[in-house]
């Protein structure tokens, strides 16, 4: 059907229902106002398709937004103009959109061109063409700025499920806006409100600022400076750290590598996620030399993340970041614990999603999952039967209630399948030879992802830290024990928590208020000194969503 197919059914549905709503002369009166009429010709529906996640698969939704639907319930009317112009509800509406770049969207998604080429006319069927155009960019932006980007929908949906919401009501929307009492209040609470946002907001801002000053030069190649070398391309080191904030000391001679400067050279590779050993190699002078404007959209990339997640998180939480390896437990606003995890590797990825910790499990058992049963421990069993016995691994017939424990050292291995290996109930006992450590930490969720110590402390030292099969390892569970079931005037020490894993039994202690875990996947983020820290994307994940924030575009 051709556009002028569409309009003509546009205009006769309007009138059917403008025939319903206002039979004689109040129809008369309403077909005669020529703002209400010329609206017909825009009364379209447009095509949203939006992303869900459910029983771990990824729902693409189409969504048809109508504005017939909307202007319907609303009498056929305007709802930002009248014959006179925009109304002072409009006028907020516009100049929400055109700031909309503050938070890392594009205003041109949200069509302020067009908008303000209508903005000062008087002709009823302009004014009619931008009252629906304010309304449909309203909605496009409200659920991008509170949900996550729409234009997902072309990119990768698995991993970008988590964007937008298959729940989102238009009608609702703007329902919300028009009985609004302070449409300012009610645009700023749609950001998600917590400072790790708000921080990088501060952060695009300052970029874009250095940005519109020409950003810093490339540091040429040639070999390794090291602390006391004299190097004509130290001028433009010195200025590439006093752009960023980290020249730390006045510099008296700017061609020589002085020792008051390597603390600023520690620093730089500190927040770009290299080794801080001093020297200006390759990988350094690659950080130095990733264009301003790279670091503005890796910004703008994390931020929209952002908006995907909680908005919320809780007045105590807890913060894992895959991409850093790190989690962080927050109270009242402050960092309580700060140390080091391990994630999933590539082949079995972390999940991005939060819940609450509910419990946490002393001396746990290990129920083996039927894939690492299947992918690695049948494997140990062909070569070696006594494999399970060894490894303390009990063996019960099922995953049923009323299961029995069989006695693994008769069973012919060589023969038993995978599938047949799935139906059997694998089960470590706790001791120091246990997977999960002496303390595991339990938030019910759908991907079976749980946080644990381990038997291997000494992966914590490597700087890339992803080798589990999904779940998260903790380098310090006695401090996590501590800092989730102390609340109020209940406080548990570390003493006694050591004392309770030194029992050996297995025993599960209910945190007396669960504490929100937010799983999250952030490359860029404030550090509590103000500089902006940078991680590797182990995951691959930053170019995907830079070729649908940006398409066209390089992200390095």
Same mark, same amino acid.
């Given at each position: 059907?051709?556009?002028?197919?569409?309009?003509?059914?546009?205009?006769?549905?309007?009138?059917?229902?403008? &025939?319903?709503?206002?039979?004689?002369?109040?129809? %008369?009166?309403?077909?005669?106002?020529?703002?209400?009429?010329?609206?017909?010709? +825009?009364?379209?529906? *447009?095509?949203?398709?939006?992303?869900?996640?459910?029983?771990?698969?990824?729902?693409?939704?189409?969504?048809?937004?109508?504005?017939?639907?909307? +202007?319907?319930?609303?009498?056929?009317?305007?709802?930002?103009?009248?014959?006179?112009?925009?109304?002072?509800?409009?006028?907020?509406?516009?100049?929400?959109?055109?700031?909309?770049?503050?938070?890392?969207?594009?205003?041109?998604? *949200?069509?302020?061109?067009?908008?303000?080429?209508?903005?000062?006319?008087?002709?009823?069927?302009?004014?009619?063409?931008?009252?629906?155009?304010?309304?449909?960019?309203?909605?496009?932006?409200?659920?991008?700025?509170?949900?996550?980007?729409?234009?997902?929908?072309?990119?990768? $949906?698995?991993?970008?499920?988590?964007?937008?919401?298959?729940?989102? #009501?238009?009608?609702?929307?703007?329902?919300?806006?028009?009985?609004?009492?302070?449409?300012?209040?009610?645009? %700023?609470?749609?950001?998600?409100?917590?400072?790790?946002?708000?921080?990088?907001?501060?952060?695009?801002?300052? *970029?874009?600022?250095?940005?519109?000053?020409? &950003?810093?030069?490339?540091?040429?190649?040639?070999?390794?400076?090291?602390?006391?070398?004299?190097?004509?391309?130290?001028?433009?080191?010195?200025?590439?750290?006093?752009?960023?904030?980290?020249?730390?000391?006045?510099?008296?001679?700017?061609?020589?590598?002085?020792?008051?400067?390597? $603390?600023?050279?520690?620093?730089?590779?500190?927040?770009?996620?290299?080794?801080?050993?001093?020297?200006?190699? $390759?990988?350094?002078?690659?950080? @130095?030399?990733?264009?301003?404007?790279?670091?503005?959209?890796?910004? @703008?990339?994390?931020?929209?993340?952002?908006?995907?997640?909680?908005?919320?998180?809780?007045?105590?939480?807890?913060?894992?970041?895959?991409?850093?390896?790190?989690?962080?437990?927050? #109270?009242?606003?402050?960092?309580?614990?700060?140390?080091?995890?391990?994630?999933?590797?590539?082949?079995?990825?972390?999940?991005?999603?939060?819940?609450?910790?509910?419990?946490?499990?002393?001396?746990?058992?290990?129920?083996?999952?039927?894939?690492?049963?299947?992918?690695?421990?049948?494997?140990?069993?062909?070569?070696?039967?006594?494999?399970?016995?060894?490894?303390?691994?009990?063996?019960?017939?099922?995953?049923?209630?009323?299961?029995?424990? =069989?006695?693994?050292?008769? @069973?012919?291995?060589?023969?038993?399948?995978?599938?047949?290996?799935?139906?059997?109930?694998?089960?470590?006992?706790?001791?120091?030879?246990?997977?999960?450590?002496?303390?595991?930490?339990?938030?019910?969720?759908?991907?079976?992802?749980?946080?644990?110590?381990?038997?291997?402390?000494?992966?914590?030292?490597?700087?890339?830290?992803?080798?589990?099969?999904?779940?998260?390892?903790?380098?310090?569970? =006695?401090?996590?024990?501590?800092?989730?079931?102390?609340?109020?005037?209940?406080?548990?020490?570390?003493?006694?928590?050591?004392?309770?894993?030194?029992?050996?039994?297995?025993?599960?202690?209910?945190?007396?208020?669960?504490?929100?875990?937010?799983?999250?996947?952030?490359?860029?983020?404030?550090?509590?000194?103000?500089?902006?820290?940078?991680?590797?994307?182990? *995951?691959?994940?930053?170019?995907?969503?830079?070729?649908?924030?940006?398409? &066209?575009?390089?992200?390095?």
């Amino acid at each position: 059907m051709g556009r002028k197919q569409n309009f003509w059914v546009s205009v006769i549905v309007v009138f059917i229902v403008m &025939g319903m709503l206002f039979p004689g002369k109040a129809f %008369a009166h309403k077909s005669m106002d020529p703002l209400v009429s010329a609206m017909a010709k +825009y009364l379209e529906c *447009y095509s949203l398709e939006l992303f869900s996640f459910k029983n771990q698969q990824p729902l693409s939704v189409p969504r048809n937004l109508c504005l017939l639907e909307i +202007y319907h319930k609303n009498g056929l009317s305007p709802l930002w103009v009248s014959s006179i112009g925009p109304s002072k509800s409009a006028v907020k509406i516009l100049e929400t959109l055109k700031n909309s770049d503050t938070d890392g969207l594009s205003p041109t998604d *949200y069509g302020i061109h067009e908008m303000t080429a209508l903005w000062d006319s008087l002709e009823p069927e302009k004014l009619a063409r931008l009252d629906t155009l304010i309304t449909v960019n309203l909605i496009k932006y409200v659920h991008d700025i509170s949900r996550g980007h729409i234009k997902l929908r072309d990119i990768d $949906p698995l991993l970008f499920a988590e964007s937008g919401d298959a729940d989102f #009501d238009p009608l609702a929307t703007i329902d919300t806006v028009l009985t609004a009492d302070d449409l300012a209040l009610f645009f %700023a609470e749609l950001p998600p409100d917590h400072t790790h946002y708000s921080d990088l907001k501060k952060s695009l801002k300052m *970029y874009r600022d250095l940005a519109e000053r020409g &950003g810093w030069g490339q540091i040429p190649p040639g070999k390794i400076i090291r602390p006391g070398d004299r190097d004509d391309r130290m001028t433009a080191i010195i200025k590439r750290l006093t752009l960023t904030g980290d020249l730390m000391a006045p510099v008296d001679d700017d061609s020589r590598y002085g020792s008051s400067l390597i $603390p600023s050279i520690k620093q730089f590779q500190t927040r770009h996620g290299l080794n801080p050993d001093g020297e200006v190699g $390759p990988k350094t002078r690659a950080a @130095m030399n990733i264009p301003v404007q790279t670091v503005v959209r890796k910004i @703008m990339i994390n931020m929209a993340r952002w908006r995907w997640q909680a908005h919320y998180l809780g007045q105590k939480y807890i913060l894992v970041n895959i991409a850093s390896f790190n989690l962080r437990g927050f #109270d009242q606003g402050d960092m309580k614990i700060n140390f080091p995890v391990i994630v999933g590797k590539l082949q079995s990825q972390t999940p991005v999603f939060s819940d609450r910790v509910q419990y946490v499990t002393f001396n746990p058992f290990w129920n083996i999952p039927t894939n690492i049963a299947k992918d690695e421990v049948l494997l140990e069993l062909r070569k070696d039967p006594l494999y399970l016995v060894k490894q303390h691994i009990r063996l019960f017939s099922s995953w049923q209630k009323d299961a029995v424990e =069989l006695d693994s050292t008769t @069973m012919d291995w060589a023969a038993i399948s995978e599938y047949q290996i799935s139906l059997f109930k694998l089960r470590q006992d706790p001791g120091p030879w246990n997977a999960l450590g002496d303390v595991k930490f339990i938030f019910p969720n759908g991907y079976d992802v749980y946080m644990h110590a381990t038997i291997h402390p000494h992966l914590f030292q490597r700087r890339q830290r992803d080798f589990s099969h999904g779940c998260i390892r903790v380098s310090d569970p =006695l401090g996590l024990a501590e800092f989730i079931l102390s609340h109020g005037e209940v406080s548990w020490e570390r003493g006694e928590i050591g004392d309770i894993i030194q029992q050996g039994e297995r025993k599960v202690v209910i945190a007396k208020r669960p504490v929100p875990v937010h799983i999250t996947y952030q490359t860029t983020w404030m550090g509590g000194d103000g500089l902006i820290y940078f991680s590797r994307d182990i *995951y691959g994940r930053d170019e995907k969503l830079g070729q649908a924030l940006f398409p &066209g575009d390089v992200i390095h």
